[in-house]
Nanobody
Framework: QVQLVESGGGLVQAGGSIKLSCAAS????????GGWYRQAPGKPRELVAT???????NYADSVKDRFTISRDNAKNTVYLQMNSLKPEDTAVYYCNARFAWDVRYYWGQGTQVTVSS
C-alpha cells in the first residue's frame, strides 16, 4: 500500500503559475509511472501529464509547452509546474502512480486549482 498526498493547489489569476506536489508514502525509486489528471465540474477525468521511471514525459495537447512534470526520488515526490494558466485549467488535480511492486494504480485525494479571468 502507498498513500499519495497532493498539495499546492489554490486560486491564481490567468497567466499565473502554480506548482503542485504529490508526496508518496513510499520510495519513488520504484515508481514505474507517475501522472497528473484533472477533473472539471461536469466533465470526465482527463490525463494531464505522465512521467516514467526512465524520465520520459507525455502531455495532453492542451497543456504542452505550459506544464512540466518532474520527479524527485530523494523527496519521494512528483511535481507539476503549471505556467501561463488559463481559466479552462480550473479543475481538481489528482496524482496517480504505479509502482514496480504492485499492479495497482494509486490515486491521491485531489487538490483544487482555480484560475480566475
Amino acid at each position: 500500500q502507498v498513500q499519495l498526498v497532493e498539495s499546492g493547489g489554490g486560486l491564481v489569476q490567468a497567466g499565473g503559475s502554480i506548482k503542485l506536489s504529490c508526496a508518496a508514502s513510499r520510495s519513488t525509486i520504484n515508481l514505474l509511472k507517475g501522472g497528473w489528471y484533472r477533473q472539471a465540474p461536469g466533465k470526465p477525468r482527463e490525463l494531464v501529464a505522465t512521467i516514467t521511471n526512465g524520465g520520459s514525459t507525455n502531455y495532453a495537447d492542451s497543456v504542452k509547452d505550459r506544464f512540466t512534470i518532474s520527479r524527485d526520488n530523494a523527496k519521494n515526490t512528483v511535481y507539476l509546474q503549471m505556467n501561463s494558466l488559463k481559466p479552462e485549467d480550473t479543475a481538481v488535480y489528482y496524482c496517480n502512480a504505479r509502482f514496480a511492486w504492485d499492479v495497482r494504480y494509486y490515486w491521491g485525494q485531489g487538490t483544487q486549482v482555480t484560475v480566475s479571468s
